[in-house]
């Protein structure tokens, strides 16, 4: 990139042609204040803060005052920042807006990390000398996640631009009359759009608090924290975790250029409050044969017990898990063998995720991160419901659809960054996106087609565009000339676009549709050697469990019996039919399992270990791009609460009678896994080891601010207890150590001088919305191949053809409800709906149901009691079933099925 010479406060900068000013001094590290402004979503010059003055040349000694965020850096520039006139404007500009912001900073959540506090500092504004009545607005129920207190707002109208204009949502806007600006919906209710929560962080000041954080309310100097990544879904967001006096307190977004920026979906955010559940398994429970109940038990009655159940002599069978790290599930299969290890996930989810595993592997194209997403230019998604199945992916694809914007923005010379004029010039111009699913999407209204199809029609729409992108792909024959138009007009514009983007996934359970998927981006990355495809999967570490050598659930049928079943962080009955995981237990002599939350696996145990979730724990999670990112523990250890690996640890040890344990500390795990799987080498040599140092010390997980060492232990000891050490990690539990730029996988809290809120991270980044300095965390352990060495699937028959009486049911997921970890959360578990099917209407119409109105349904053995939504856009003869939610039993979709109504 071309590179200007600018002279700012009297010296002489060089910076990127085509940045505005702001961006060009908060990257060189000079402070100008300023609120509108956001990196993610541009500049619109609406608060006036970041004034700073401009000169013509150097011989103009009076200057004028710009607004920096509007103002494009230029060859020869001369600024001033520090000059009275600049520093008097941007103070009366704080002044003005303290004339109706409340005095109320020591109630507010957001004191001591809040972007008005650090500017009035910063603009130098120490007295009020406004003495009349302000202004005073009424505050809204906005839901369970968000607390709203209107009276603290400065009018930047960040909330609203990221709400409506960045993440899609209608229900929050801004309302004025005369003087009076208010920032909320048309009338009370729950906000939403499934990022609501990003206001948190996006509000420069306390309108917007996080709920379930006030809940157990902790200054920010006060917490503990550390980097660690959502377990929410497969794409691997970053986050900031932060524990006091022993329990989660917030989850806020951690900085990932590569990933999920300055964002993070309402799951990841408010989904946390499982760690703190009160029925979480936090003791050793044996089952005793004489009233078949779990009872707490010692240590050494668990070791005794291990040395029988696990000897040599033994078949000992371990089922691993895609919610459980690499170094768990990798501990469990050294101790039972590879040969007696299983993913545990079903036939059918094991089978596609091999088989996306396999093709990326050996495929030229880049499977991209959610930033490369942002850049394509025409975007395909097939069958794939992305705002409840990967909603950062759904996210970036909204940003992708303003590329065409840009171009003719910089065609008519107006820079990226200057946000209102952009969208004022772009109108409804957009990027084509394609969505081709069974039922409605948030992404329709951006959409330049939205197709409603069953699962056939999907797949022969795939298999069709594949075979117009190249002859050698196979094609079906019996298209209509509607569906062939489209599929001529999708593939072509994907073909001349400079970045075409496929995204699909496993969510449906379809094999056809998969496949299709994946000829589709072999047979169009012949044309166009740009092009991506990313593959959605079902959980954090499916990827990772992936790589590693297993079989499937459905595998253990065959064996007859089982001496030790060990079961690792997963309840089996969300994996496969009640029926077939009964007979598992039933077969197995001993079940051990280890979990954090009681389910109904746990209740099947007879040996029930307490497992650390992942805030009590390192590890590794490698997300459905192929990327491993490392999490650490917040929270400190509570025996007998253990990492996984740790009691497989000790498992190994009473199996082969040693006096030492397998794995001292993590390090030693990952050295072994390195050792045995090459594919994961990456991680050993691009992550931080434990003895890693910064000038020979730890890096601290709390502030410099850090109070109450002394007085939150005072029931124990008069004197500070001992600091709680960490071996398996470079972080300390102290305040103690080497604070300043750690590595970016290790920063635990952002902060610099002058800079409290979480805009300090500017000092992180090598430039605004860039990448972290030395790098963004994580290293991909999948690269495409140079040679593509993929062969095109055959088109499969379709299987309706042998259900001609039956509708075909698929899954309908939810962002609150189908993963299990966070319907836990008692905040979150209020958004969850009643289990609900989808129905046509034509359909409901048929059997005479209504909308809320019970039906009885059968699918395979399963036959249930469930409520009927009617959906306008679901096609006729296809029926939306609700997939995983809490106390549903587990239904292998898509499926077949009848339904009738229940007479009342």
Known sequence: MTMVKIQIDGKQYEVKQGKNLLEAGLTLGIDIPHFCYHPAMGSVGACRLCAVKKFRDADDKQGRIVMSCLEPVT?????????????????????????????????????????????????????????????????????????????????????????????????????????????????????????????????????????????????????????????GCSVGCNIIVSERYGSLRRVMNRYNGAVNGYFICDRGRFGYEFVNDEKRIRTIKIRHKKNDNQEEAENETLISLLKTELSKDKRIIGIGSPRASIESNFALSTLVGKENFYHGISKKEHLLTDTILNFMKQSSIRTPSLKQMEKADAVLVLGEDLVNTAPMVALALRQSTRNKSFETAEKNGIPSWNDAPLRELAQDEKSPLFVITSFKDSLDEIAENSIRESYDGIANLGFAMAGLLDTKAPSPSNLNKEHQNLAEKIATILKNAKNPLIVSGVHSGDERMVQAALNMAKALSSVNKNCMLSMVLPESNSMGLAMMPGKSLDDLASLEEIDTLVVLENDLYRRASEKSVNALFEKSKKVIVLDHLINKTTQRADLLLPAATFVEAEGTLVSHEGRAQRFYKALPDKEPVMESWRWIGEMIQAKEQKQEATWKRFDDLVASLTHELPVFDGLEKHMPDADFRMLNEKVPRQTLRYSGRTSMNAKVAVSETRITLDEDSPLTFSMEGQSEMPPSSLTPFYWTPGWNSVQALYGYLDEPNGSMKGGDPGIRLIEPAENDNTEYFKEMSSTSENHERELQIVPVYQIFGSEELSTKSPALAKRIKDPFIYLNPEDAKAVGVDDDELVHLEIDDNKLEIKVKIENSLPKGVVGMAKNFPEMPFVMLPGYGRFKKINS
């Open 75 to 231: 060859e020869g520039m001369i600024i001033e920042t520090r000059d009275d006139t600049s520093k008097d404007f941007r103070a009366s500009v704080v002044e003005g807006l303290m004339t109706n912001h409340p005095h109320d900073c020591p109630v507010c959540d957001e004191g001591g990390e809040c972007h008005l506090q650090d500017m009035t500092v910063m603009t130098g504004h120490n007295y009020r000398h406004f003495d009349f009545k302000k202004r005073t607005h009424n505050n809204q129920y906005l839901g369970p996640f968000i607390a709203h207190e209107m009276n603290r707002c400065i009018q930047c109208y960040r909330c609203v631009r990221f709400y409506r204009d960045y993440a899609g949502g209608k229900d929050l806007n801004v309302f004025s009359s005369h003087n009076h600006v208010y920032f909320g919906r048309h009338e009370e209710g729950t906000l939403e759009s499934e990022f609501s929560g990003n206001l948190v962080e996006v509000c420069p000041t306390g309108v917007f608090t996080d709920k379930t954080f006030h809940k157990h309310f902790t200054r920010k100097w006060d917490l503990s924290n550390a980097p660690s990544v959502c377990t």
